[in-house]
Nanobody
Framework: QVQLVESGGGLVQAGGSLRLSCAAS????????MGWFRQAPGKEREFVAV????????YYADSVKGRFTISRDNAKNTVYLQMNSLKPEDTAVYYC??????????????????WGQGTQVTVSS
């Protein structure tokens, strides 16, 4: 089992920045990739970004490309999501997730095996 705990959410004005963190514990050696998803009220959970645990290869949703950066610190078993130029439409609960199955970087929730509890991000206009 892998346990994931997110932190760093909050309230920010449009144009501002936030950095989310996700700390992994347990059988972290089994992790192939870590992703971030978000879910706004009344909407489906959507892919934001993913990073390969070993190579650092990344992939982003078009809606966040150029504004968000995903990174990982293997020594700390932690993945980060740096969010800049935030917009009101970025408001959502943000979840981190762990994928045990190579070789592709999954972009759908079904591709992930473990989930954190989520952290709220609210962007005011």
């Amino acid at each position: 089992q892998v346990q994931l705990v997110e932190s760093g959410g909050g309230l920010v004005q449009a144009g501002g920045s936030l950095r989310l963190s996700c700390a992994a514990s347990g059988r972290t050696f089994s992790i192939y990739a870590m992703g971030w998803f978000r879910q706004a009220p009344g909407k489906e959970r959507e892919f934001v970004a993913v990073v390969s645990w070993s190579s650092g290869r990344t992939y982003y949703a078009d809606s966040v490309k150029g504004r968000f950066t995903i990174s990982r610190d293997n020594a700390k078993n932690t993945v980060y999501l740096q969010m800049n130029s935030l917009k009101p439409e970025d408001t959502a609960v943000y979840y981190c997730a762990a994928d045990r199955r190579p070789p592709s970087l999954a972009t759908t929730p079904a591709g992930y095996d473990y989930w954190g509890q989520g952290t709220q991000v609210t962007v005011s206009s």
